[in-house]
């Protein structure tokens, strides 16, 4: 069979490219400057446009809570979970007492 195009070989799954909160940072200071567009930018840093887009807008949204990664919790977040902690501390305590008080 005459140059017959190779067979896919089946590869590993693609690994989805992270980056760092700096690099989205400078990336968005570099889309927002005058005379750059987000589509030139993207193309520039080699990335997706609307993922460039996406990252100017939870920038503006979230401030400096913005791209905190992967289980890192906002400080509202961790103060409402520190009061839930607590709260269920306390839940258990008080219950411990009414039983003492109860079998008295």
């Known amino acids: ?3 017959q195009p190779p067979v896919p070989q089946p590869s590993d799954p693609q690994r989805r490219r992270t980056y760092t909160k700096e690099f989205k940072a400078q990336a968005i200071a570099l889309a927002v400057r005058p005379g750059m567009s987000f589509r030139r930018a993207a193309a520039d840093l080699g990335i997706n446009e609307a993922m460039l887009r996406e990252w100017a807008k939870r920038a503006r949204l979230d401030g400096s809570d913005a791209f905190r990664g992967h ?3 906002t400080e509202s977040e ?3 979970a520190a009061l839930e902690r607590e709260n269920r501390i306390l839940r ?3 219950d411990i007492l009414k039983k003492r008080r109860n079998s008295s």
């Open 78 to 80: 961790a103060r409402i």
């Open 92 to 94: 258990e305590e008080r």
């Open 71 to 73: 289980g890192v919790r």
């Open 1 to 3: 069979m005459p140059n």
